[in-house]
């Protein structure tokens, strides 16, 4: 029962790093769809910008940390245009987080379990989940008002650091966003973005921090199938069960 409970509470915990892969993974659809040219440099006409950058991009790979609270989770990064995701982490060991357009999968090695996860147009806005889809995307790009952080001008990544960024807010337009705030940080020179930071209602903080990164590379959509092994107990439909 122990393990059991441990389980439990681990889903529950990964459950806000799955949400904010998938934020991001619609946010990078959304840069890539809405490419468009703009002469004044707002902040609307900058994150269009940095679209217009995306929209040259078929596929990329790079280093990714994640933190949430206390936690930091490294990986290697796979992205495919248009909506295919894949983490394969070296911290912890061995975890993946793996998305093929319908189909989320985690594998966490710790306890040999997979959690699967159908992702289709009727799961509900409010999880953040259908985020991955034609409707989320409309509805991001409807819900976000973005400002400079301070301005158009680059400033440092973090207090001290030589690594200079543009940061863009994104603030919701309606309390049904699941992350009230988001932080871009993009690299000035390459328009990539560098940092992305979403805090959540309940005023938690997830980051994701990219370096190393390469583009079109002709990744296959074959690396985003996941063949978790087969000692694994597999659980379905782990996050949005009628109990939650």
Do not use: W
């Amino acid at each position: 029962m122990y393990v059991v409970y441990r389980i439990m509470k681990l889903i529950i915990k990964q459950k806000t790093i799955i949400l904010f892969c998938l934020f991001f993974l619609a946010f990078s659809v959304v840069l890539t769809k809405e490419a468009q040219t703009q002469e004044i440099i707002t902040a609307d006409s900058y994150l269009k910008t940095v679209s217009e950058r995306y929209g040259g991009i078929k596929d990329y790979e790079a280093h990714a940390v994640i933190r949430s609270g206390n936690t930091d989770m490294t990986g290697q990064l796979s992205f495919l245009n248009p909506s295919f995701l894949r983490i394969d982490f070296n911290r912890p060991a061995e975890q993946v987080i793996c998305f093929n357009g319908e189909l989320l999968t985690v594998y966490l090695p710790e306890y040999r379990v997979v959690l699967n996860q159908e992702i289709t147009h009727r799961t509900s806005v409010a999880t953040g989940a259908s985020l991955a889809s034609a409707q989320g995307l409309n509805l991001l790009i409807r819900n976000y008002i973005p400002s400079f952080v301070i301005g158009p001008d680059p400033v440092p990544l973090d207090t001290g650091s030589r690594e200079d960024v543009i940061k863009l807010r994104l603030t919701r337009r309606t309390v049904s966003e699941g992350y009230r705030e988001i932080i871009l940080s993009v690299s000035p020179d390459s328009l990539l973005i560098r940092r992305i930071e979403g805090r959540t209602i309940a005023d938690a903080l997830v980051r994701f921090d990219f370096t190393e990164i390469k583009t079109n590379l002709g990744i296959p959509p074959g690396r985003f199938i996941y063949d978790s092994p087969a000692s694994a107990n597999v659980v379905n439909n782990f996050m949005f069960r009628d109990t939650d």
